[in-house]
């Protein structure tokens, strides 16, 4: 009986995180800025377009009885925050040097509002998903290396800044692991409706 639940779909865990949404215009705009790079590595895996977004807190794998608490919590945090201006701004990798792994795009956060949504994310689901120990740094991923790469000057010029645009609304995603590249699902979008 217990192998019977255990093989039925909604007995699996889901894999879950919760991330900003990026405009399609600026996604576009800044895969014509990076197309250079392409030639350059035509090994990287480049993320898709429509899977660039920037990922406040990843949740992984999320056992189903607790997604409905999850989607509360959520919900609590957005409607306690207000929304506010961010852009597109620059492009980097890490960790760097000639064991790069990534190649992303920064945002701008100057009043730390990105920073502050993930904190209060951490700290209202810390009872069930380990608290992130790295500081919160808001990006886009926009190319992975295996193996890593040296960038050496391939950054050089390349200051790509978007016009802003307003974050207004964090979404759930569930993530489906498919090859050549997941498949993220919007399960629901929660308005920063702070005073």
């Known amino acids: 009986m217990a192998r019977d639940r255990a093989s039925r779909p909604e007995a699996k865990p889901l894999r879950l995180f919760v991330a900003v949404e990026i405009p399609e215009v600026i996604r576009e705009e800044l895969s014509v800025a990076v197309a250079p790079l392409r030639e350059r590595w035509p090994k990287a895996k480049w993320v898709p377009q429509q899977n660039q977004h920037v990922t406040v807190k990843f949740l992984g794998r999320t056992w189903p009885r607790l997604q ?54 951490d700290a209202a689901l810390s009872r069930e998903f380990k608290p992130e120990e790295r500081r919160f740094t808001p990006h886009l991923t926009v190319a992975r290396f295996n193996p890593p790469e040296e960038p050496g000057d391939a950054l050089d010029g390349m200051d790509f800044q978007s016009e802003p645009f307003t974050v207004d609304r964090l979404v759930l995603y569930r993530s489906h692991l498919q090859r050549p590249a997941p498949v993220y699902e919007p399960l629901k979008a929660f308005p920063l409706a702070g005073p």
């Open 68 to 121: 409905e608490w999850v989607t509360k919590t959520v919900e609590e945090v957005a409607s306690g925050s207000k929304p506010f201006e961010s852009r597109v701004t620059g492009l980097g990798t890490f960790p760097g040097g000639k064991r790069t792994r990534v190649l992303w795009a920064g945002l701008e956060d100057a009043s730390g509002r990105f920073a502050d949504l993930a904190a209060m994310l």
